[in-house]
């Protein structure tokens, strides 16, 4: 019974990133001097997601809206480094999950709606 949960949850969830895939997002338009800016300031940041996740599918939404090139790390694997890295790092396994690296400073974002709200204030 356990299995079939989660294999109904995994194609369930696979299903809604295909749908959010194929619905596009309307994207925030720059000049080339502010998309570069703007990337730049990205550089430090990490999504750390599931692919089939509800919540990390938004995130991946507003990602693309706010026109941001952040690296996604796939924390889904079970002992694979992101994943172990998460862990080790930030104290547990839970996505989606943003990375903000400020110099020697690490922090670690963990809930989708403040991701969302974090990310509109910083590149929206």
């Keep these: 019974m356990k299995l079939l949960l989660k294999a109904f949850r995994n194609g369930l969830g696979a299903l809604i990133a295909l749908i959010s895939r194929l619905i596009p997002v309307k994207k925030i338009k720059r000049s080339?001097?502010?998309?570069?800016?703007?990337?730049?300031?990205?550089?430090?940041?990490?999504?750390?997601?599931?692919?089939?996740?509800?919540?990390?599918i938004m995130s991946r939404r507003v990602i693309r809206s706010l026109n941001i090139k952040i690296?996604?790390?796939?924390?889904?694997?079970?002992?694979?480094?992101?994943r172990e890295e998460m862990m080790k790092?930030?104290?547990?396994?839970?996505?989606?999950?943003?990375?903000?690296?400020?110099?020697?400073?690490?922090?670690?974002?963990?809930?989708s709606a403040d991701i969302?709200?974090?990310?509109?204030k910083e590149f929206g």
């Design 32 to 56: 080339a001097q502010e998309q570069e800016a703007v990337n730049n300031k990205a550089k430090n940041i990490e999504l750390y997601q599931f692919f089939a996740c509800p919540f990390c």
């Design 71 to 82: 690296v996604t790390r796939d924390a889904q694997t079970r002992g694979g480094a992101y």
């Design 89 to 111: 790092e930030a104290g547990k396994v839970q996505v989606p999950c943003l990375k903000i690296t400020d110099g020697d400073t690490v922090s670690w974002m963990f809930e």
């Design 116 to 120: 969302k709200t974090y990310l509109e």
